[in-house]
């Protein structure tokens, strides 16, 4: 059996409370379910008998959970209660700016997949005495604190890609904040993507690692296409780099890696991984297989554990391609139309 669940997140900041040990708690929830809006609409002619459902939706979902807040002083549990109310209150500024969307993730320790939510709202319509223990104590505590979250529905993901096809003529890829070298010569690129989220993020570092000097090569965003994104005799513990330098204005994690590439022969061994403390193994949905060439992506659910780090210089969150056995004499694959690039964009143009 494993262990409950219950994360407040917005991709970088993320509060555990379901816990033994955790600061905010969970004491008591039971999970609202979605009410119809008002009654629906009905059919109700006067000469017939009965009614008959014609229009059904359904409104957001509010759950009241129930709070303990704990910690050693009385300055770190205002310290926690104002963290938690700084994080709903960026989550509920989503929905009219730029931020990043708050969600839940949940699950119970006798389930194996969790579920996802965005939040919409939240209330917390008390805090406890400030003067009277149990706040005035050691350890102190905010008992009974009642949270109550609004909610979408719950789903089995909330976070990832997917591509349409819409002709050779599109534009949705110049709504992903990329510069022009990036879609100019895209006119008869196949397949644009969207994601089911909306980040403001672009990809700001690309290296290749050669294992061999050892040494990195210089940005490759902005380099001549085509260009490779291996070292010319490429060897186990070769590795490119894609970052979002922590310096930029819109930095964060990302989910996805978009690009344009012909490759030779494929790569025997690959591992992406992302910065955790170490490099971690990274769980990825993809259609480009071991760089095996093609217009294609790769995508992940943003790990909770990721954090940035500094690889050439550069502090970023960073996800990596490894290779782990390269065989005989291979031939680095190169982008080749446009340079890799997240996807951000949570819709698509049709042009008329």
Known sequence: MGKPLFLISDGTNTISMA?????????????????????????????????????????????????????????????????????????????????????????????????????????????????ASPFFSNPSVFDEINLIIEHGFWVSSIAGECAVTVGPDWSSSKKNGLPAACYNNLATAPAPFFTNKKPWNQLTNVYYYDASVPSFSANLLGAALPVAFYPAAMAAGDICYFGIAVAGADSGPFSSIVMD???????????????????IPLTTYTTMGNFTGGYNSISWAPPATWVPTAINGINAYWVRARITAAGGALTPPQFITIYPHTVTGPYIEVPN
Not at 36 to 61: C, E, F, H, M
Not at 70 to 75: E, F, I, L, P
Request: proline share 6%; aromatic share 10%; charged share 20%.
């Open 19 to 131: 816990g033994s040990l955790d600061a905010i708690r969970i004491k008591s929830w039971n999970p609202s379910a979605p009410a119809p809006k008002g009654s629906g609409v009905w059919a109700n002619p006067p000469l017939i008998n009965n009614r008959q459902l014609t229009y059904r939706r359904y409104d957001n979902v509010i759950d009241t959970l129930t709070l303990a807040i704990s910690t050693q002083s009385q300055d770190d549990t205002i310290t926690e209660t104002r963290t938690l109310r700084m994080l709903l209150q960026k989550a509920v500024d989503y929905w009219t700016t730029d931020y990043r969307a708050g969600r839940i993730e949940t699950r119970a320790s006798c389930e194996t997949k969790s579920r996802f939510t965005l939040i919409r709202d939240f209330r917390v319509p008390n805090d406890h005495n400030p003067f």
């Open 261 to 279: 590439h012909i490759a030779a022969n494929t790569i025997p061994g690959l591992a992406w991984e992302y910065w955790g403390g170490a490099w």
